[in-house]
């Protein structure tokens, strides 16, 4: 087959690459620039020029063409302003959900012709065709698996998208990039939010929204023991970061009209809940589920919980889910799982 390799300069891309041109596709690799390190120059060097280096590296190495396509443009307009939007409101967001369904496996398409047969990646996930349909399903690896992060994509999309990762762990992965002898064979996995690079969320937001200061009240008290530099700046259930002796201490509730963010270190199980409520789906089969009892994940990592999915309206449902948990934020996306397959997600509202 003719395949575009989403090439982003990391082990887990560099390996996809390297499988599938052993197999003997004619492979093009793409490196997309989509990070705004040049709003941070003042920071030092750029990053993603470190990442095109390795990039470089592995396509020499492979003699595969490689080329540069920048979606700076249209990654502002569909991640980033999303990103700031759902930050200023008081809301979690999850750019990288968005930058998977507009970006990697969106915008992209529509950038090369359609002669490439598959666009690929380094995710961990799978596609399987059933019965005329595309069907997302997890990898053998419950710590790297990807399908939370692919959850927004269709049919279309899915049909297209090609994941060579999808049956091995990164265990294996490492020992591929070793047998292959990359140039990035020992480079670390990036993390954070892919946009942003080296640059840290914190600076990202104080370029954006600026320093405003506040309270840091305690949740059963209402004592004031501290301020912050803007409710932004948390995200409940946050532990890390607050700079606070006497704890640990939790982000349990923002209020963004009065810029307070309060805590508590007492009750966690007064704070947990189990139900809430969803929007925004996106069912990857374009139907909603027929089972009511299903898998969550209320945010990428291994851990699921089982779940009760209720529609209220063509809009809404409710998810009751087995077990409490006290990390449950506006914003965050809901993502559900039949078992192996994941079925879509959707949009944490209260």
């Given amino acids: 087959m003719k395949i575009a390799v989403l090439l982003s300069g990391g082990v887990d891309s560099s390996v996809a690459l390297n499988l599938l041109k052993n197999e003997g596709h004619d492979i093009t690799a793409y490196y997309l ?33 490689l080329e540069i396509i920048s979606l700076q443009n249209e990654y502002w307009d569909n991640v980033v302003t999303y990103t700031i939007s759902e930050i200023k409101e008081g809301r979690t967001p999850n750019p990288d959900i968005y ?3 507009l970006i990697k496996f969106g915008q ?35 710590i790297k698996d990807q399908t939370y992060f692919l959850a927004y994509l269709n049919q279309r999309q899915l049909s297209r998208a090609l994941f060579p990762l999808g049956d091995y762990k990164k265990s294996e992965v490492r020992n591929f990039a070793e047998q292959f002898n990359l140039p990035n064979k020992n480079r670390k ?42 409710y ?42 189990n139900t809430f409520n969803v929007a925004k789906f996106n069912w ?3 139907e909603n ?27 809404t449902a409710e998810v009751v889910l087995d077990e409490p948990d006290q990390g449950i934020a506006p914003g965050q996306f809901a993502v559900f799982y039949d078992n192996k397959i994941c079925l879509g997600g959707s949009v944490i509202m209260e």
């Fill in 189 to 230: 996995d990036s993390q954070g939010i892919c946009f942003l690079g080296q640059v840290k969320f914190n600076e990202f937001i104080k370029q954006h929204l600026g320093v405003v200061k506040g309270d840091i009240v305690v949740f059963e008290t209402g004592e004031k023991i501290g301020e912050h530099e803007g």
């Fill in 284 to 286: 990857i089969i374009g």
């Fill in 108 to 142: 992209f398409y529509d950038k090369i012709d359609d002669s490439f047969e598959k666009v690929a990646s380094g995710h961990y996930a799978k596609v399987e065709p059933v019965n005329g349909k595309y069907l997302l399903k997890r990898s053998p690896d419950p």
């Fill in 99 to 101: 930058c998977n369904s």
């Fill in 33 to 65: 620039k989509i990070w705004l390190q040049d709003e941070f120059s003042f920071l030092g060097d750029c990053p993603w020029e470190e990442d095109l280096e390795y990039a470089r590296g592995v396509c020499d190495r492979a003699d595969v063409p």
């Fill in 232 to 273: 932004y700046y948390f995200t409940i259930g946050q532990r890390s970061g607050l700079k606070l002796g006497g704890g640990p201490w939790y982000v349990v509730k923002k209020d963004p009209s009065q810029n307070i963010v309060y805590i508590s270190k007492e009750n966690k199980s007064e704070r947990s809940r």
């Fill in 289 to 315: 589920p027929v089972k009511k009892n299903l898998q969550v994940k209320i945010r990428h990592g291994q851990r699921f919980f089982n779940c009760t999915l209720n529609f209220l309206d063509d809009k």
